[in-house]
């Protein structure tokens, strides 16, 4: 099993930066990629990054390209989101994810994470 525990949600005006962080523990060494993903109300989970945890490739969402940075810290485990120039559209709560080995690492393929933090809440006002 593996467990991933979110931090750095809050409040910031549009414009504003905010950084989470995604700290993993447990069976760490079948992770091979991870992952951020948001959701807002009413609205389907979307990817925004994700993060080869070996090679650390990284991939983005349209939506955030030049805006968010995925990073890693492989001594301690923790994947950071790294969030500047927010909109008021980027409001959701922000999932971590990890996928095991296999995993296509696909910023578009939510269902190929199979470990899930309990969620950041990120708002932004205008």
């Known amino acids: 099993q593996v467990q991933l525990v979110e931090s750095g949600g809050g409040s910031v005006q549009a414009g504003g930066s905010l950084r989470l962080s995604c700290a993993a523990s447990?069976?760490?060494?079948?992770?091979?990629?991870m992952g951020w993903f948001r959701q807002a109300p009413g609205k389907e989970r979307e990817g925004v990054a994700t993060?080869?945890?070996?090679?650390?490739?990284?991939y983005y969402a349209d939506s955030v390209k030049g805006r968010f940075t995925i990073s890693q810290d492989n001594a301690k485990n923790t994947v950071y989101l790294q969030m500047n120039s927010l909109k008021p559209e980027d409001t959701a709560t922000y999932y971590c994810?990890?996928?095991?080995?296999?995993?296509?690492?696909?910023?578009?393929?939510?269902?190929?994470?199979?470990?899930w933090g309990q969620g950041t809440q990120v708002t932004v006002s205008s």
């Open positions: 447990g069976y760490t060494y079948n992770i091979n990629c």
């Open positions: 994810a990890a996928a095991g080995f296999g995993s296509l690492c696909a910023v578009n393929l939510p269902t190929d994470f199979a470990y």
């Open positions: 993060i080869y945890t070996g090679g650390g490739s990284t």
